[in-house]
């Protein structure tokens, strides 16, 4: 009964903490200037993690689906069943996942050792509004940099899946996507990157919690830098499959 | 008053100071003096109580009421609290650039006339990491004081600091006060300090405020706590 009092007040405390987030967003003064801070930052830390996860990735998925469809005559499929992976499901909760932890454990460090050291308190003692000053361009720029950095994961994962296939069978880059995109609708591409706005929000937002809301001091940086990481991959894939559903109900043709 | 769970940190504190006096708060260890600061500071709120600064109650005001009372207020944290990704300069210019219509030319004449006041005029490009204990106290009280403020708020300005920083610490303060009329409440454990600077002593114990004086006067208070801390 305890257990599920805390994860109840939890749930309501990060709700509340994300809806005001919501609020601020529309609320000047707009802090551009941290916002393209923040989304610098978010790039450079995870571009080089995205680009060669997803690549070998791509690498190690097209060697093992050839050595499925190879014993029925479909290696031809190959790239169509790369690129569809990739697109709907691999490259966005990938992406996602590798972000929370990338990203997430840094915002959720950074933010609790300024509370430890008091670097909080001092951006209020000079009028300055620390959750729209710290909090809100960190969710933002999540928000913006996933659905990028996922078309990075998505376009990495398919060119070591054509190296891969390249190696094996000499296909060619240009018959190798042709084939990928064959088959592939616009909306099998736009929804799933697009859903990766709310993992970007749900990335910033916990990891923002857990580290602007410590009291533990020094303590509190390592946990919160851990908690983000646990806690915002687990709502990245409870919400992905909501994500799924929804995506299904608006585009009833991606429900293959 | 304030509490923290069970634990009662302040109960019963009241005193005012005018503008242009130095006040020193005193008191043992986790008497609640730091606590006092962030206060008046409204960076917590009591359990109740009032804290008026000028005409105004800072308890239970909204934000945007706040943010003008903070304007008339500077706080030296107890370790400086300089933001870890900017400069100094940019630590001093950022209050400037968000609260005040000030151009870019006159943001730097400022942040560099603050910084030269705190003798770290040739520091701005550095980052606080790269800064010693002393030089981190001084700018932070450089950033304390680039907004002007009416009242300045020192969390223990010269603790960690050799006597004869600590005394460098005092000196910029006491400069602070006489040219600008700045009113000083200086948290402290540096009785030699307290000499220097105060115009007037409170002391802290146990939550409660037991002496409220002169140095002279808590000097030879009938509270034994006070007593002691002002002269051993």
Redesign the interface.
Known sequence: MRVLNRLVEFVGKVGCFSLRVLADCWRP?WEIAQLFRRLAEVGNRSISLIVVSGFALGAVMTLHTRSTLVSFGATAMIPAVQAVSFFVEIGPLVAGLLLAGRVGSGIGAVLA??RA???I?????????SFKFLVVPRVLACVIALPLLTLFMDFSGLLGGFLSEEFSSHIGLQLYLSRAFDGLQWSNFIAPTLKTTVFGFIIGSVSSYFGYTTDKGAQGVGEAATNSVVVSSLLIILADVLLIKCIFFLFPDTAI | MKSFGEKRVLNNVSFQIEQGEAVCVLGRSGTGKSVTLKLIMALMRPDSGEVWVDRDNVVGMAERGLSVVRKKLGYLFQDAALFDSLTLYENLALPLKRLTNKSKGEIENVVHRTLTDVGLGADGAKYPSALSGGMKKRAGLARALVLEPKILLADEPSSGLDRITASEIDELLMRRKAEHGTALIIVTHDVHGVHRVADRVAVLDKGDLVAFGSVAEVSQSENDVARRLITE
């Open positions: 003064p050792n300024m050291t008091e670097q308190d001092a951006i209020e003692s000079l009028s300055i509004d």
